[in-house]
């Protein structure tokens, strides 16, 4: 199993360098945790650290206080070297410092390797089939969507008011769902980011956007479409 190291900048653990841990890992303040940690605001058992597809996968489990990767709140998230760990009062940076070097190194142009380990590219092939997500687009997506609707959940299954909404990919290996997670997280980020800056004129029902802001949400439309194309046509996101 591949190994993982982590070295805590913040709290009462702070300087200790846990190194090699083998994977699967559990971090936590309870005895039986393969990496314990004395902070009363961590969790019995807070994160679990497992490989998946040779990616490092994090999970958070239920914490109280929750998990943030890089300053972000998170369930579940792909870790690369040099990402940092909050939880509770502590901070933990993920990676050796060879590991976190070639990171940097790639990422800068100064590596010879095309890839550092733990890295990924940003696209990769689709890994789920296209029938999971587009059967039954046409008749499921002909319906309004307003903000004050309300999102319900039945069987596994989602509804918006009372039209059931198309259903997401089952069964997901760790990996693809920490990639699915952090693609709605990033188009999320970006449409908050867009739209926080509306000026609503209330006498004309009118909303207005800066044209910066307009632009990102046409890149974000944009990012949708060819992601929704190479869910059946993998290939078009080399063209």
């Given at each position: ?24 890992v ?110 039954g ?13 309300k ?40 449409l ?46 080399d063209?």
């Amino acid at each position: 199993m591949p190994a993982v190291t982590f070295q805590i900048l913040e709290g009462i653990d702070k300087g200790r360098v846990y190194r090699d841990l083998p994977t699967p890992v559990t971090i936590g303040r309870e005895e039986g945790n393969v990496l314990r940690l004395n902070d009363e605001r961590v969790s019995r058992f807070h994160v679990k650290i497992q490989s998946d597809n040779n990616e490092i996968i994090l999970t958070d489990l239920d914490s109280t206080n929750g998990t943030r990767v890089n300053g972000n709140v998170v369930q579940i998230r792909r870790l690369r070297p040099g990402d940092r760990v909050h939880v509770g009062r502590s901070i933990l940076l993920y990676g050796s410092e060879a590991e976190i070097r070639a990171r940097v190194e790639t990422m800068t142009g100064t590596g010879t390797s095309p890839t550092a380990p733990g890295m990924a590219t940003w696209f990769q092939p689709a890994t789920v089939p296209s029938q999971t997500i587009v059967a039954g687009f046409d008749s499921e997506l002909d319906f309004d969507l307003q903000p004050n609707d309300k999102i319900t959940a039945s069987g596994g299954n989602l509804y918006l008011n009372n039209r059931p909404l198309p259903l997401l990919p089952q069964k997901l290996t760790p990996s693809q769902a920490a990639r699915l997670s952090e693609m709605l997280e990033f188009l999320h980020r970006h449409l908050i980011a867009a739209t926080e800056l509306t000026r609503v004129n209330e006498e004309t029902s009118q909303v207005t956007l800066g044209i910066a802001d307009w632009q990102r949400i046409l890149g974000v439309q944009m990012l949708l479409a060819r992601y929704v194309r190479a869910v059946s046509d993998p290939d078009s996101l080399d063209r």
